[in-house]
């Protein structure tokens, strides 16, 4: 399926280091999410942005900064991580904030 | 603590044969999602279900939701290789509040 896409798909980083995640939908959806999935735990839900208004920030550290400059993009930007930081980032969007989310591939992340 | 709890935490069957995997709420639900998971990759909708005692079918697979809308369950019908992943159950507490999942149950079909 190519309706989210997510790149880069694999991430290492340092902890000094600083990189982008991004996100991009072709599905004229309005709403957009980033999730992260850690080993053995749920789905966390990060931020959710609609109308490129951010709508939810679910109490994230300070070192991940989201940006939504358009419905269709959302990029997550990241410095001076930690090593739990490490998991598979995932980006989702929906039409409205009350309709079925569809998610993109993910980007596994590894902090050193 | 996880209000959504799934079952098995892992399954792991013989192709051809039927399994059904579980998920409940100590909530009433608006909507209950089902997503699968290919390790390490993005989740595929299956399903939605809001309706008490609604039960909807993708080619091997139905989904159900009893009647107080707090459990569902999946069920496989000859599973097959292809079938093979993460399934993951995700509650909508209240119409546009935001999905919470549970952690998944890890399905191994062996051919």
């Known amino acids: 399926e190519t309706g989210v896409t997510q790149t880069p798909r694999h991430l290492v980083m340092g902890m000094t280091n600083k990189k982008s995640l991004k996100c991009e939908q072709h599905?004229?959806?309005?709403?957009m999410y980033w999730y992260k999935q850690s080993a053995k735990k749920p789905l966390e839900l990060m931020f959710v942005?609609?109308?490129?208004?951010?709508?939810e920030n679910n109490s994230v550290p300070s070192r991940f900064s989201p940006e939504c400059p358009n419905s269709s993009h959302l990029f997550l930007h990241l410095h001076t991580l930690q090593p739990e930081d490490s998991a598979l980032y995932l980006c989702?969007?929906?039409?409205?904030?009350?309709?079925?989310?569809?998610f993109g591939p993910g980007t596994r992340l590894l902090v050193l | 603590s996880q209000e959504l709890e799934q079952s098995p935490q892992s399954l792991i069957v013989q192709e051809g044969k039927n399994l059904t995997i579980n998920c409940t709420s100590s909530?009433?639900?608006?909507?209950l999602y089902w997503y699968k998971q290919k390790y390490g990759e993005g989740l595929i909708f299956l399903m939605m279900?809001?309706?008490?005692?609604e039960e909807k079918s993708h080619e091997k697979i139905t989904a159900k939701l009893d009647e107080k809308k707090q459990q569902s369950s999946l069920h496989i019908t000859a599973s097959q290789p292809s079938h093979a992943g993460i399934y993951l159950c995700?509650?909508?507490?209240?119409?546009?509040?935001?999905?919470?999942f549970g952690e998944g149950t890890q399905l191994t079909v062996n051919p």
């Open positions: 942005y609609n109308f490129k208004e951010q709508t």
């Open positions: 599905l004229g959806h309005n709403a």
């Open positions: 279900l809001q309706k008490g005692g």
């Open positions: 995700g509650e909508e507490e209240t119409s546009g509040s935001r999905l919470t």
């Open positions: 989702a969007s929906s039409r409205t904030e009350q309709e079925t989310q569809y």
């Open positions: 909530k009433t639900l608006y909507g």
